[in-house]
């Protein structure tokens, strides 16, 4: 018994080990959205009470011919508020637009939930290489958001 039980484990080790390591494959498009997001926690209490995330979508190289820096804000906050986000880009006040969370521009983030709002920020481009996003939602503390614009 001990010898047909050893030898299934050994035959069933075999296959495993014989299998195919190559991991998952991210397509090109979602590892350029992954490069181009920042995210920042603030925790409060011993949980997550602001979580903001960050995604300069010029990056990517389906928005890449974009004539306008284009940057998708999401946010999570514990208690809710209906507060829209005060934003900066560089030191300069920017407008934001709240996004429905099935809009098309959505698809291409490397992850979204149901319990985030998303903004979109477009301004004009800037040539400095990295943009400065300060966001602020009260009652939470700012927060400064470090976007590359090189891969």
Known sequence: MNKKICFIFGFVLFFVGCGDKSGVNINA?????IVST???RVEAQDRT???????YMNNIKKYSKEER?????????????????????????VE???IDSDNDILKDLPSRNIWSRYYKIET??????TLLLTVEIRPFPQVLLELSKEL
Do not use: E, H, R, W
């Open 29 to 33: 498009q979602t590892q350029q959205a």
């Open 38 to 40: 920042k995210k920042v």
């Open 49 to 55: 009470a602001l979580l903001l995330t960050a995604t």
């Open 69 to 93: 820096d284009i940057i998708i804000l999401s946010s999570y906050y514990s208690p809710s508020t209906d507060d829209m986000p005060n934003v900066t880009l560089n030191g300069k006040t």
């Open 96 to 98: 934001i637009l709240q």
């Open 124 to 129: 004009d481009k800037d040539k400095k290489d």
